[in-house]
């Protein structure tokens, strides 16, 4: 007998519950002693996709039913086991594909949410997908969560997404959940408009909340067949939750919270070019800030010094795919991050925050960049898309940064046009800004390698980078003619070639080689790129460099 098998049960289930589902099931295979443990473990995660695919649930297939009834059968054992032995069903996590209608297997799962229920559940997560394709609100394609989910006194953790419906009958029926400090709701629908705010109102210890995508029934719908069957949830109003420190709300177009502990707040309004309504005056504790898709009014100067002046202690700012005017100054004493993403119409960005620690830059659009001041710990890591032409703008872009604090640049490459003679006149003899690290999405690069010189020099005369790294989906030669131009071992035609100034990367060396899909590092380079996996998306190459 193995040495663990005789520690204790407690200790056994913590060993359990850091392995992964998978993993943690094979462990009945090792001793009597593990199987016990196994079958008394309180926690059970079950996802109908390591019992079935889509094609064996099909009408029509052989495998159809007895497939279903392995998984209906082992979660109904496992629950009727820990419940016959007095145990407490800790945790239920359920993802569910095509599997849930009223001729299929709704009834079990109302069974084992009963049985959780009523033993003490302290997390539930039920996640469907696939049951109801196209929007189609027909009875016969949502879940109907059962009644006895309010009854569950010990739940700390609720977690709703997919294709469920929540009736109105809750309305009816004061819920038990003064227990719950997370809430999850995404793509859920209620049956009635104040279903969810008074769902939300009994939590009164919510830490917590999500509320993605959800939306109401229509029953007009039912008298007159023009009329649309759902819609998105248009209002929230979230008072009184003096606990609350996480919000994250994305689909509603108009949201007021007043809750003075919120420290995170997450929102994206429904439709982008609309105007929306957000109002979080009250939460003067707010730490961290994330907007996305705000694009009906652009976000000015003005907009930010009542941001920063409101929540003192504002720590990080994130803002995406927003509307911005051309100019924006950024002035805070505790800013610490700060993230722009796909943000139109900006021209030029000045920063005056001496504790600023991060700023991620995303965007096709280079603007001006500026730090008046900022922390000696300050990184910054711009991601942006080059053509192959324009590297010009791109050594500019990257100058007007200081070297002290470009700890990044993520470029995403790809080919538009098939003109090269404009990289040779290209010439830098200069040692460019120096970056921690440079990585290249190569989309494309051009099949032949006359060209690849010049786009070498074009390259690395916009930056030297400590490390450089090369994400591609299928091989490409110009990875191994890099290789082999910084090994000497081929020469090709770049800037030397054109003039009497030598290219001052031909005294890079490169110093390692690693790879995301070997471990050992001593593998030759070729082979390297040979054991590239062909069903990886994206592989990555990284060359370690210096001077």
Same mark, same amino acid.
């Given at each position: 007998?193995?040495?663990?098998?005789?520690?204790?049960?407690?200790?056994?289930?913590?060993?359990?519950?850091?392995?992964?589902?998978?993993?943690?099931?094979?462990?009945?295979?090792?001793?009597?002693?593990?199987?016990?443990?196994?079958?008394?473990?309180?926690?059970?995660?079950?996802?109908?996709?390591?019992?079935?695919?889509?094609?064996?649930?099909?009408?029509?297939?052989?495998?159809?039913?007895?497939?279903?009834?392995?998984?209906?059968?082992?979660?109904?054992?496992?629950?009727?086991?820990?419940?016959?032995?007095? !145990?407490?069903?800790?945790?239920?996590?359920?993802?569910?594909?095509?599997?849930?209608?009223?001729?299929?297997?709704?009834?079990?799962?109302?069974?084992? #949410?009963?049985?959780?229920?009523?033993?003490?559940?302290?997390?539930?997560?039920?996640?469907?997908?696939?049951?109801?394709?196209?929007? +189609?609100?027909?009875?016969?394609?949502?879940?109907?969560?059962?009644?006895?989910?309010?009854?569950?006194?010990?739940?700390?953790?609720?977690?709703?997404?997919?294709?469920?419906?929540?009736?109105?009958?809750?309305?009816?029926?004061?819920?038990?959940?003064?227990?719950?400090?997370?809430?999850?709701?995404?793509?859920?629908?209620?049956?009635?408009?104040?279903?969810?705010?008074?769902?939300?109102?009994?939590?009164?210890? #919510?830490?917590?909340?999500?509320?993605?995508?959800?939306?109401?029934?229509?029953?007009?719908?039912?008298?007159?067949?023009?009329?649309?069957?759902?819609?998105?949830?248009?209002?929230?109003?979230?008072?009184?939750?003096?606990?609350?420190?996480?919000?994250?709300?994305?689909?509603?177009?108009?949201?007021?919270? +007043?809750?003075?502990?919120?420290?995170?707040?997450?929102?994206?309004?429904? +439709?982008?070019?609309?105007?929306?309504?957000?109002?979080? +005056?009250?939460?003067?504790?707010?730490?961290?800030?994330?907007?996305?898709?705000?694009?009906?009014?652009?976000?000015?100067?003005?907009?930010?010094?009542?941001?920063?002046?409101?929540?003192?202690?504002?720590?990080?700012?994130?803002?995406?795919?927003?509307?911005?005017?051309?100019?924006?100054? #950024?002035?805070?004493?505790?800013?610490?991050?700060?993230?722009?993403?796909?943000?139109?119409?900006?021209?030029?960005?000045?920063?005056?925050?001496?504790?600023?620690?991060?700023?991620?830059?995303?965007?096709?659009?280079?603007?001006?960049?500026?730090?008046?001041?900022?922390?000696?710990?300050?990184?910054?890591?711009?991601?942006?898309?080059?053509?192959?032409?324009?590297?010009?703008?791109?050594?500019?872009?990257?100058?007007?940064?200081?070297?002290?604090?470009?700890?990044?640049?993520?470029?995403?490459?790809?080919?538009?046009?098939?003109?090269?003679?404009?990289?040779?006149?290209?010439?830098?003899?200069?040692?460019?800004?120096?970056?921690?690290?440079?990585?290249?999405?190569?989309?494309?690069?051009?099949?032949?390698?006359?060209?690849?010189?010049?786009?070498?020099?074009?390259?690395?005369?916009?930056?030297?980078?400590?490390?450089?790294?090369?994400?591609?989906?299928?091989?490409?030669?110009?990875?191994?003619?890099?290789?082999?131009? !910084?090994?000497?071992?081929?020469?090709?035609?770049?800037?030397?070639?054109?003039?009497?100034?030598?290219?001052?990367?031909?005294?890079?060396?490169?110093?390692?080689?690693?790879?995301? /899909?070997?471990?050992?590092?001593?593998?030759? /380079?070729?082979?390297?790129?040979?054991?590239?996996?062909?069903?990886?998306?994206?592989?990555?190459?990284?060359?370690?460099?210096?001077?």
């Amino acid at each position: 007998m193995d040495r663990l098998s005789g520690l204790p049960k407690t200790i056994l289930h913590d060993i359990l519950a850091r392995l992964s589902d998978k993993d943690a099931a094979k462990t009945i295979a090792l001793s009597k002693a593990w199987r016990d443990t196994w079958y008394s473990f309180p926690n059970l995660s079950v996802c109908s996709g390591d019992f079935f695919t889509i094609h064996d649930i099909v009408p029509g297939s052989s495998h159809r039913f007895s497939k279903m009834h392995i998984l209906f059968d082992y979660v109904t054992k496992r629950l009727l086991r820990l419940r016959d032995q007095g !145990l407490a069903i800790k945790e239920l996590k359920l993802s569910l594909t095509n599997l849930l209608n009223p001729t299929r297997g709704s009834h079990h799962v109302d069974q084992w #949410i009963q049985m959780a229920s009523e033993n003490g559940v302290k997390v539930l997560e039920l996640h469907l997908t696939g049951g109801c394709i196209g929007r +189609d609100y027909s009875q016969d394609n949502w879940y109907d969560l059962p009644l006895c989910v309010i009854e569950a006194k010990s739940l700390a953790k609720l977690e709703l997404a997919g294709g469920i419906r929540i009736d109105q009958e809750f309305l009816n029926h004061s819920m038990k959940f003064s227990s719950v400090k997370s809430l999850f709701l995404s793509q859920v629908l209620f049956t009635h408009e104040r279903i969810i705010e008074h769902l939300i109102s009994h939590c009164t210890l #919510i830490e917590h909340l999500t509320i993605n995508y959800c939306s109401v029934y229509n029953h007009l719908s039912m008298e007159d067949p023009l009329v649309q069957r759902s819609h998105r949830v248009k209002s929230l109003f979230l008072n009184g939750l003096q606990k609350l420190k996480d919000v994250d709300v994305q689909g509603i177009q108009e949201v007021q919270i +007043d809750s003075p502990n919120l420290q995170n707040l997450r929102y994206r309004p429904l +439709d982008f070019d609309a105007p929306f309504k957000l109002n979080f +005056d009250s939460c003067t504790n707010l730490r961290c800030l994330c907007l996305l898709y705000l694009q009906s009014t652009a976000i000015a100067d003005k907009w930010f010094l009542e941001l920063f002046s409101k929540y003192p202690f504002l720590e990080s700012l994130k803002l995406g795919h927003c509307s911005m005017s051309e100019r924006i100054n #950024i002035l805070s004493a505790q800013l610490k991050v700060f993230k722009l993403s796909h943000c139109s119409n900006l021209k030029e960005i000045n920063v005056d925050a001496p504790n600023l620690l991060s700023f991620d830059y995303v965007d096709d659009n280079k603007p001006v960049i500026s730090f008046l001041r900022g922390s000696n710990k300050l990184e910054v890591s711009v991601c942006t898309l080059v053509d192959l032409r324009d590297f010009y703008s791109l050594r500019k872009f990257i100058r007007n940064i200081p070297q002290n604090i470009l700890a990044s640049l993520s470029l995403f490459i790809y080919e538009q046009f098939h003109d090269y003679t404009y990289l040779h006149e290209f010439q830098v003899s200069s040692t460019p800004p120096s970056i921690k690290h440079l990585e290249f999405k190569v989309y494309s690069f051009p099949k032949s390698e006359s060209p690849y010189g010049h786009l070498m020099h074009c390259l690395l005369s916009s930056c030297f980078p400590k490390t450089i790294s090369f994400r591609y989906s299928r091989r490409y030669t110009f990875i191994e003619f890099f290789y082999e131009m !910084l090994m000497g071992s081929k020469k090709g035609e770049c800037h030397c070639s054109s003039g009497d100034r030598k290219c001052w990367w031909h005294a890079l060396k490169i110093v390692n080689i690693s790879c995301s /899909f070997m471990t050992d590092e001593n593998t030759n /380079f070729k082979a390297m790129l040979d054991a590239s996996p062909k069903s990886s998306d994206w592989n990555t190459i990284t060359f370690s460099l210096e001077l």
